[in-house]
């Protein structure tokens, strides 16, 4: 990425212990040249890779510069990263369908099932099991000493013609990722095909040889017959890794041999191909939409933003409005209460005080009634009728009390 420069932040422990091949290499070497061809014809290269030894200070070293962020290894401004096409040449894998690459097989038995129905073996089947081995254990090596379910299935669909590339570049990133992340962890994918990518672009040599040309010419041949060091310490490589200059990256590996060649157009080196130019213009017209896509996004989000603060504006409103209301409901009931009290009190008052005037005026009419006893016999008939006129009143009044009260 231009103007992006890589930094060592922390260090990744991944461990690259790999699976014991010494079976496998010894059943290759029993073949002769017929079984040998038989395999290259329908699996490629595929056992120059129990020749390549895994270098564990370069691959612990080179874990360091995997950029999470870009999927790729970065060294200082130089980005590199295997691509589907760097690796289907260097294990030569022969008439694969690259529109089926990422396709499924539906309902077919696999591999295993299909061991299980063989009773003697012929050499093409031998082949096969061999293959399924260096799948299971070199190129996929998920656990050590066992062969991943996952491997049978993608194996099946080789006799399909599906190219196994970019399963193989996927799981290689996921691990690197995954081991990234987590600060630790184990590489479980091909260490040795990664590795001979890595030579590739790093073992610069003055002249290409012709026999890069050759149809039987083969990368991982020529990398396995390439001595190499394997004393150089983690430490060592970082410091080559951080000193890093584009000059020293080889940014095409010399046997990547394009099928089409475009030298010159008229005066102008290096054309861009027709078909490369329309591909260019059609990705600049998606991200074009792309752009102006997330612009949209980003102006309904703002929309969205100034919406839900007006929203808690009212809801803050009506929330204070409803606890004015509440405050307002429990004031009226402490005055209602107070004022439902007070006319209580009065009302007991105001009884206590008819019921005193009651007993008053009943001692009264009962005094008079008495002196009425007594005097009757001596007072005239004149104050006769005015005592019992009285007496009569009195009653009235206390029969008005009652009524009253």
Not at 35 to 43: D, I, T, V
Not at 257 to 278: A, S
Not at 393 to 404: F, N, P, T, V, Y
């Amino acid at each position: 990425m231009e103007g992006y420069m890589s930094e060592l932040w922390d260090f990744t422990r991944i461990s690259v212990t790999q699976n014991d091949l010494q079976d496998l290499k010894e059943i290759w070497d029993q073949w002769n040249d017929e079984m040998k061809q038989l395999f290259y014809n329908n699996y490629g290269d595929l056992p120059y890779l129990l020749d390549i030894k895994v270098d564990k200070h370069l691959f612990r070293s080179l874990t360091q510069y995997w950029n999470l962020a870009y999927s790729c290894f970065t060294f200082g401004k130089v980005d590199l990263v295997p691509t589907v096409e760097e690796y289907t040449t260097l294990l030569r894998c022969p008439k694969v369908q690259v529109d089926n690459a990422y396709s499924r097989a539906a309902n077919v038995p696999t591999f295993l099932k299909k061991l299980m129905n063989i009773t003697g073996m012929n050499a093409r089947q031998r082949v096969d099991v061999f293959t399924f081995s260096i799948y299971g254990l070199v190129v996929f090596p998920k656990a050590l000493g066992h062969v991943d379910e996952a491997v049978s299935d993608l194996f099946d669909r080789l006799d399909k013609r599906v190219t196994p590339i970019p399963a193989i570049l996927a799981e290689t990133f996921r691990s690197f990722s995954a081991c990234r992340k987590a600060g630790e962890g184990r590489f479980i994918e091909c260490a040795q095909l990664l590795l001979g990518w890595f030579h590739s672009h790093f073992w610069k040599v003055e002249k290409v040889s012709y026999w890069v040309f050759s149809k039987n010419y083969s990368p991982l041949k020529e990398l396995v017959a390439t001595p190499r060091r394997d004393d150089i310490s983690e430490e060592k490589w970082i410091l080559i890794f951080q000193n890093l200059q584009e000059e020293d990256v080889e940014w095409r590996a010399l046997w990547m041999i394009p099928n089409k060649i475009l030298y010159r157009c008229g005066d102008f080196y290096w054309v861009v191909h027709l078909e490369l130019e329309i591909i260019k213009q059609d990705f600049e017209k998606r991200s074009s939409k792309l752009g102006k896509r997330i612009e949209q996004l980003e102006e309904e989000k703002m929309r969205l933003g100034l919406d839900v603060d007006i929203y808690k504006l009212e809801v803050e409103k009506l929330r204070k409005e409803k606890n004015k209301a509440e405050e307002d409901l429990d004031s009226l009931k402490m005055d209602y209460k107070k004022d439902a009290r007070a006319r209580e009190n009065a009302l007991e008052r105001s009884l206590l005080e008819g019921r005193n005037e009651i007993a008053r005026l009943k001692a009264r009419v009962a005094e008079l009634e008495k002196s009425l006893h007594l005097y009757r016999s001596r007072n005239s008939t004149i104050e006769l009728r005015a005592s019992l006129s009285k007496i009569e009143e009195l009653k009235g009044r206390i029969g008005e009390l009652e009524d009253a009260f």
